[in-house]
């Protein structure tokens, strides 16, 4: 066992076969989740400290994952949820509570592509 906590994950890479739709969400989702001005966008990718979308094709075809994002409130995590809808994503849970442990709130959504996309408040972090 290490003495430091250290990350598992480097990056996350997704495809788009909707990519325009795709940008205007999660740009909406970071946004809300208060990282809206770290967003670089170029013509054809969207890249957010190791969360690169880019266009799938017949090569790269898309993604289908559930991927979850820090937030740092229940209100930051409500943000997410009202942004990602308007942004053209589809309710997949509303805010709320779950049971996966105490202080687990979360909501859920299926971006352009069919990804499920969680914003998650541990409370017990808190």
Known sequence: MTEKHLP???????RSVHLDQAILFYQA???ALGR???VRIGRDWLELDGFYLDQADAHAPPSRIHLAFIAHSREQ?????AAGLKAGG???GAPGLRD???GYYAAY???P?????EAKFDERAA
């Open 8 to 14: 598992v994950i480097d990056h996350i890479h997704l």
């Open 29 to 31: 989702a970071f946004e």
């Open 36 to 38: 809206g001005d770290d």
């Open 77 to 81: 995590v409500q943000a997410f949820h």
């Open 90 to 92: 589809r309710d997949n």
């Open 100 to 102: 996966y442990h105490p």
């Open 109 to 111: 959504l299926c971006d």
């Open 113 to 117: 592509d069919g990804n499920n996309i």
